[in-house]
C-alpha cells in the first residue's frame, strides 16, 4: 500500500514499534536470565514489566485510528537484536559480559527514542494529542532506563570489567609502556 501522506507514514512508524517492542518483550528474559550482577538482572525484568504496557500503549493508538498494528517488521530491531544475542553466547568473565550486556541493551533504547520521538512529533503535528502524550510517556520511560543502564556501568560493572581485564591481560602496563614512549 503507497504511503500518501503523512498519517500513512505516522501509521507505518507505529507499526515498526510494535514489532520493535514484541521482538524486546521476547529478548529481555534472555538478557536478564544471562546477567550476572542482581541490579541488572532487576533492571531487565522491570523493564520487561514496562515495555508490555508500552505495548499496550500502542494497541490503543491503533484502536483509535482504528488500524491494525500488525503486518511490519522491524529490520533495524533485529538486527539490534541479533548483534546483541552474541554477547549472550559469550563465555567472558561475569562483569565484562554484564557491560557488553548493557552496551547492547542501551542501542536497544536508542533505537527506540528515536522511533518514538518521530512518532511523538508526527502525532503532534497531525493534531493527535492523547496519542502524542501516550508515545511520549513511552519516550521518556525509554529514556529513563538509558539512563538507569549508565548509571548501573558507571557504578558497578565497567570499572569491575576494567579491573579483570588490567589483571588477565597485562593491559596495565601496556599503558605504563604507552605513557613513557609519549614524554
Ligand atoms: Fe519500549
Ligand atoms: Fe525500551
Not at 102 to 121: F, L
Amino acid at each position: 500500500m503507497a504511503m500518501q501522506n503523512l498519517r500513512d507514514l505516522y501509521v507505518d512508524e507505529l507499526k515498526d514499534l510494535y514489532s520493535a517492542e514484541h521482538q524486546i518483550i521476547r529478548a529481555l528474559p534472555k538478557m536478564a536470565k544471562a546477567a550476572s550482577a542482581p541490579e541488572l538482572k532487576n533492571a531487565f525484568n522491570q523493564h520487561l514489566e514496562q515495555t508490555k504496557h508500552q505495548v499496550e500503549r500502542l494497541e490503543r493508538i491503533f484502536k483509535d485510528l482504528g488500524k491494525t498494528p500488525r503486518g511490519k517488521k522491524c529490520l533495524g530491531m533485529e538486527g539490534i537484536i541479533e548483534e546483541g544475542s552474541e554477547m549472550l553466547k559469550e563465555k567472558a568473565d561475569a562483569a565484562v559480559k554484564d557491560a557488553g550486556l548493557i552496551s547492547a541493551a542501551q542501542r536497544v533504547e536508542h533505537y527506540e527514542m528515536a522511533g518514538y520521538g518521530t512518532a511523538r512529533t508526527f502525532a503532534q503535528m497531525l493534531g493527535f494529542n492523547d496519542a502524542a502524550q501516550a508515545l511520549q510517556e513511552t519516550l521518556n520511560e525509554e529514556g529513563d532506563t538509558d539512563h538507569k543502564l549508565t548509571q548501573l556501568a558507571e557504578s558497578m560493572i565497567n570499572p569491575a570489567a576494567e579491573h579483570e581485564s588490567a589483571e588477565t591481560s597485562g593491559y596495565a602496563e601496556e599503558e605504563d609502556l604507552y605513557m613513557e614512549e609519549e614524554t
